[in-house]
């Protein structure tokens, strides 16, 4: 009688620890844009009412949201994300960040305060995801 043995997945050379940690970062910023777009285009009323912007802002900001959350998410689901589209959400998240800091900053869609709050967390978030993700870049370019 033989021990049993466990089975080891055979290492596929495309994918290395380092684009794990890209691919995971790209799909959380997936989870959390697509989400966040879906709850705009569920709950423009409520969520409008709450931020102190308009119903009709919220459902364009949100099918944008969920459309870029989907494209962030094939980019993740490719076994060796592409660099420059990489590169691409890297700089759309960086100018949505500040776009969102100039939007909070100069009062540009008459937001309460809640909503200028939220705005000002959702750029930070999003330049998070940006710094993840140029992060996970240095890590795949320096284990190549």
Avoid: C, E
């Amino acid at each position: 009688m033989t021990a049993p043995t466990a089975t080891v997945p055979a290492t596929n050379a495309t994918t290395t620890p380092a684009t794990t940690i890209l691919r995971r970062v790209l799909v959380l910023d997936a989870l959390v844009t697509g989400g966040n777009g879906l709850i705009y285009l569920v709950a423009s009323g409520p969520v409008a009412g709450l931020l102190g912007t308009g119903a009709g802002l919220l459902l364009g900001i949100g099918t944008f949201l969920t459309a870029y959350g989907l494209a962030v998410g094939v980019l993740a689901a490719q076994r060796k994300p592409s660099v420059s589209m990489t590169k691409l959400v890297i700089g759309a998240n960086l100018l949505w960040a500040l776009a969102s800091i100039g939007v909070a900053a100069f009062g540009v869609l008459g937001t309460n305060v809640i909503g200028t709050t939220w705005t000002v967390l959702q750029a930070g978030t999003v330049a998070g995801f940006a710094a993840l993700q140029m992060w996970g870049l240095r890590k795949l370019r320096t284990h190549h």
